[in-house]
T-cell receptor
């Protein structure tokens, strides 16, 4: 089955800095890679996703890049703000539209 | 996501008790999922269902069972709860075409 590794497990940045979270996957058949943000006491919320037919996707301050050859994908957050503080999860699809998740990255943005 | 609701939101129970967690959705999605979240372990799939007559085991199904009562309802049961089932439980839904999964607010379960 699919295996997704996520790094780092914790990330501290100053407000205004950029943050990068990286994930690798094992199954070359995976073709859908979503990112979720989980705030304290809430369920994970989809913030951006990318499919294997594109290499990069942007949505305002958030971007995701995908390298199919190396089987890794990354989340980039620019101009970080305190409200970006949360746990972020990457995932990759496996089999019939199930998702395998990374273990999460706790992002702390200090004012 | 308010379109996916879970009840109860918090539950404390004792070892050996039977517990049912319920999930309802108004998104009209065919696919529903149950996940467990433990600190440092991410989200792990327990069971999933692609329609009312379809039930599939996920990565960690032992000790759990599910029921898909209708397109909009998917319940998770712990037949005899044990302390290591203490965790956050999330329900999610997705549609057939996009595959995007939308999560409920979660149930915090504590087994004493």
């Amino acid at each position: 089955g699919e295996n997704v590794e996520q790094h780092p497990s914790t990330l501290s940045v100053q407000e205004g800095d950029s943050a990068v979270i990286k994930c690798t996957y094992s199954d070359s058949a995976s073709n859908y890679f979503p990112w979720y943000k989980q705030e304290l006491g809430k369920g994970p919320q989809l913030i951006i996703d990318i499919r294997s037919n594109v290499g990069e996707k942007k949505d305002q301050r958030i971007a995701v890049t995908l390298n199919k050859t190396a089987k890794h994908f990354s989340l980039h957050i620019t101009e970080t703000q305190p409200e970006d503080s949360a746990v972020y999860f990457c995932a990759a699809n496996s089999g019939y539209s199930t998702l395998t998740f990374g273990k999460g990255t706790m992002l702390l943005v200090s004012p | 996501d308010a379109d996916v609701t879970q009840t109860p939101r918090n539950r404390i129970t004792k070892t050996g008790k039977r517990i049912m967690l319920e999930c309802s959705q108004t998104k009209g999605h065919d696919r529903m999922y149950w996940y467990r979240q433990d600190p440092g372990l991410g989200l792990r799939l327990i069971y999933y269902s692609f329609d009312v007559k379809d039930i599939n085991k996920g990565e960690i199904s032992d000790g759990y069972s599910v029921s898909r009562q209708a397109q909009a309802k998917f319940s998770l049961s712990l037949e005899s709860a044990i302390p290591n089932q203490t965790a956050l439980y999330f329900c999610a839904t997705s549609d057939l075409t996009q595959g995007k999964q939308f999560f409920g607010p979660g149930t915090r379960l504590t087994v004493l």
